[in-house]
């Protein structure tokens, strides 16, 4: 058992550099802002937009329209790489052809990108170390299909809470209600069951990925020398640390309480993996895994299923046949063997994800030393890299009438190769789980996460747009795909 104490004080391992920094900062900005003007360093690549000379317009351009921006560039530039400004600096968008070499690039750092673009500095948020992602696969992957059991018992509870059963058609917002269900089942498998009931809990969470998401929002569109000082008039910022300071008492008595009475969740939650591993961990590990998984976990599942929902709505005639695919294999019990029967809805989430996925670009990766490609060009240490996934997925070369949504279109293609176009699986241009040794390690839970709610879920419903409205239409922010 960990030696754990519990700090009373705040405890706030991020937020920017201390004000007196921020006060020098003033008397050079002047200086930064006018290098960054009229002095850019020299890409080895062509710029999307490069026309526009002011490198905040093109910032902003694409913080704007990503989607028109990527498609562009993709199509601008076809199977060569090529610069993107972003909030955070120039990126290399580059093409599936060197995916196979920089897969399992030792030099290439996943962790160093996602902190970079989720500003790790102000918000706490950056991606997990090396370390915690092998427990997570080597432990708790293991142990998914143990979750069964409580997850259909807990889905069909919470359904009915959230949806309750109603005579006739019933208009209701969808992301609220499914991120609590999520929540509650997240919560179970990565922190514990005591947690996955306690309401503060749940609401802290579902609050902490809301500003999270507030704050960069707010933060990323001042240019990066003004941060320092633009973050105490941004209100999510106080918001956030009142959050993750609630969090760190939450997480702190837990752990003590854990430690006291010297018990474990069955199946075991992520934490009881991590501290069976290391009983020497550090509260604040734990404290930043939770919350990274809190991101990484309980708002993409969220998305994804939200997703899914408005597409079915959208199509409610052929929505129906997923019904009777359930009635079919439904026997009272959901197994492995039963939701891999879900072909039809195994290829309805996938379209939904191709047309949709949480992230319009993936393969994030910052160069941790200077490589050189096979193509000869040289990539600098601290380099980002990433795929334009969302563009490829939109590419009719690889989906036949690419822009409609097909909802059996991955069911035929198992026809033909059974093993492939699983909602599970990762390719070239299959890319929403992103590619290679950092491809999402949570997407064996989040499977059968999704397939018990929405078999349950249309066992029981019918859904539609309200009054033959069109779908849904996404908030898009850089590379984020918000429902
Ligand atoms: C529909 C839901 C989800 C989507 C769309 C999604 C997507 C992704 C993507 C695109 C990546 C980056 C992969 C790459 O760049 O190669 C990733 C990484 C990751 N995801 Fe997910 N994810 C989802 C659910 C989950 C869940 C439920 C968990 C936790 C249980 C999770 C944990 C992680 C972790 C820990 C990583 C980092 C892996 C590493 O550092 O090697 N994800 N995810």
Same mark, same amino acid.
């Given at each position: 058992?960990?030696?754990?104490?519990?700090? @009373?004080?705040? /405890?706030?391992?991020?937020?920017?550099?201390?004000?007196?920094?921020?006060?020098?900062?003033?008397?050079?900005?002047?200086?930064?802002?006018?290098?960054?003007?009229?002095?850019?360093?020299?890409?080895?690549?062509?710029?999307?937009?490069?026309?526009?000379?002011?490198?905040?317009?093109?910032?902003?351009?694409?913080?704007?329209?990503?989607?028109?921006?990527?498609?562009?560039?993709?199509?601008?530039?076809?199977?060569?790489?090529?610069?993107?400004? =972003?909030?955070?600096?120039?990126?290399?968008?580059?093409?599936?052809?060197?995916?196979?070499?920089?897969?399992?690039?030792?030099?290439?750092?996943?962790?160093?990108?996602?902190?970079?673009?989720?500003?790790?500095?102000?918000?706490?948020?950056?991606?997990?170390?090396?370390?915690?992602?092998? /427990?997570?696969?080597?432990?708790?992957?293991? =142990?998914?299909?143990?979750?069964?059991?409580?997850?259909?018992?807990?889905?069909?509870?919470?359904?009915?809470?959230?949806?309750?059963?109603?005579?006739?058609?019933?208009?209701?917002?969808?992301?609220?209600?499914?991120?609590?269900?999520?929540?509650?089942?997240?919560?179970?498998?990565?922190?514990?069951?005591?947690?996955?009931?306690?309401?503060?809990?749940?609401?802290?969470?579902?609050?902490?990925?809301?500003?999270?998401?507030?704050?960069?929002?707010?933060?990323?569109?001042?240019?990066?020398?003004?941060?320092?000082?633009?973050?105490?008039?941004?209100?999510?910022?106080?918001?956030?640390?009142?959050?993750?300071?609630?969090?760190?008492?939450?997480?702190?008595?837990?752990?003590?309480?854990?430690?006291?009475?010297?018990?474990?969740?069955?199946?075991?939650?992520? /934490?009881? $993996?991590?501290?069976?591993?290391?009983?020497?961990?550090?509260?604040?590990?734990?404290?930043?895994?939770?919350?990274?998984?809190?991101?990484?976990?309980? $708002?993409?599942?969220?998305?994804?299923?939200?997703?899914?929902?408005?597409?079915?709505?959208?199509?409610?005639?052929?929505?129906?046949?997923?019904?009777?695919?359930?009635?079919?294999?439904?026997?009272? $019990?959901?197994?492995?063997?039963?939701?891999?029967?879900?072909?039809?809805?195994?290829?309805?989430?996938?379209?939904?994800?191709?047309?949709?996925?949480?992230?319009?670009?993936?393969?994030?990766?910052?160069?941790?030393?200077?490589?050189?490609?096979?193509?000869?060009?040289?990539?600098?240490?601290?380099?980002?890299?990433? /795929?334009?996934?969302?563009?490829? $997925?939109?590419?009719?070369?690889?989906?036949?009438?690419?822009?409609?949504?097909?909802?059996?279109?991955?069911?035929?293609?198992?026809? @033909?190769?059974?093993?492939?176009?699983?909602?599970?699986?990762?390719?070239?241009?299959?890319?929403?789980?992103?590619?290679?040794?950092?491809?999402?390690?949570?997407?064996?839970?989040?499977?059968?996460?999704?397939?018990?709610?929405?078999?349950?879920?249309?066992?029981?419903?019918?859904?539609?747009?309200?009054?033959?409205?069109?779908?849904?239409?996404?908030?898009?922010?850089?590379?984020?795909?918000?429902?």
């Amino acid at each position: 058992m960990p030696n754990i104490t519990v700090n @009373e004080r705040p /405890i706030v391992p991020f937020d920017g550099s201390p004000w007196i920094w921020s006060g020098l900062l003033l008397l050079p900005l002047a200086a930064v802002l006018l290098r960054n003007a009229f002095f850019s360093k020299r890409l080895p690549v062509p710029v999307i937009y490069s026309e526009v000379k002011d490198t905040q317009a093109r910032k902003s351009k694409y913080l704007q329209f990503p989607r028109e921006t990527l498609g562009h560039g993709y199509k601008t530039f076809g199977s060569a790489i090529w610069g993107l400004d =972003t909030s955070q600096g120039i990126k290399l968008v580059i093409p599936t052809t060197y995916l196979d070499e920089l897969k399992s690039h030792p030099s290439l750092s996943f962790t160093e990108s996602i902190s970079n673009d989720a500003m790790k500095e102000y918000t706490g948020v950056g991606g997990l170390p090396d370390n915690i992602v092998q /427990i997570f696969k080597a432990k708790f992957n293991p =142990t998914v299909a143990a979750y069964l059991p409580y997850l259909q018992e807990t889905v069909e509870k919470e359904l009915a809470d959230i949806f309750p059963y109603e005579q006739d058609w019933t208009e209701t917002s969808v992301y609220h209600k499914v991120t609590r269900l999520v929540g509650r089942v997240s919560t179970r498998a990565f922190y514990g069951e005591a947690a996955s009931r306690d309401e503060a809990w749940l609401e802290l969470a579902q609050a902490y990925i809301e500003t999270v998401l507030e704050y960069l929002q707010a933060l990323k569109p001042w240019p990066e020398a003004l941060r320092p000082v633009a973050r105490f008039f941004l209100p999510q910022r106080a918001k956030l640390l009142k959050q993750w300071n609630q969090a760190h008492r939450h997480l702190s008595a837990t752990l003590v309480a854990r430690a006291a009475s010297n018990s474990r969740n069955d199946p075991p939650s992520v /934490i009881d $993996h991590i501290i069976d591993s290391n009983p020497h961990v550090k509260v604040d590990e734990l404290i930043h895994t939770q919350m990274a998984l809190v991101v990484a976990g309980i $708002h993409t599942t969220s998305a994804a299923l939200t997703q899914l929902l408005f597409d079915m709505a959208a199509h409610p005639e052929q929505s129906r046949e997923l019904r009777d695919e359930v009635d079919g294999v439904f026997d009272g $019990h959901w197994t492995k063997q039963s939701l891999d029967q879900l072909k039809k809805l195994d290829s309805w989430m996938k379209e939904s994800q191709r047309m949709n996925s949480a992230d319009l670009t993936t393969f994030q990766r910052q160069a941790l030393k200077p490589l050189r490609l096979t193509s000869g060009l040289s990539i600098d240490k601290g380099t980002r890299l990433e /795929i334009p996934t969302a563009a490829i $997925h939109f590419d009719d070369m690889y989906f036949s009438n690419a822009s409609k949504f097909e909802p059996l279109r991955f069911y035929e293609m198992r026809k @033909e190769e059974p093993a492939k176009h699983q909602y599970i699986s990762t390719g070239k241009n299959d890319l929403a789980w992103g590619y290679g040794r950092h491809a999402c390690p949570g997407r064996f839970f989040a499977h059968v996460e999704m397939k018990i709610f929405m078999a349950e879920f249309v066992r029981r419903w019918d859904v539609k747009m309200k009054d033959g409205l069109p779908r849904h239409r996404n908030l898009e922010f850089e590379a984020n795909v918000s429902v």
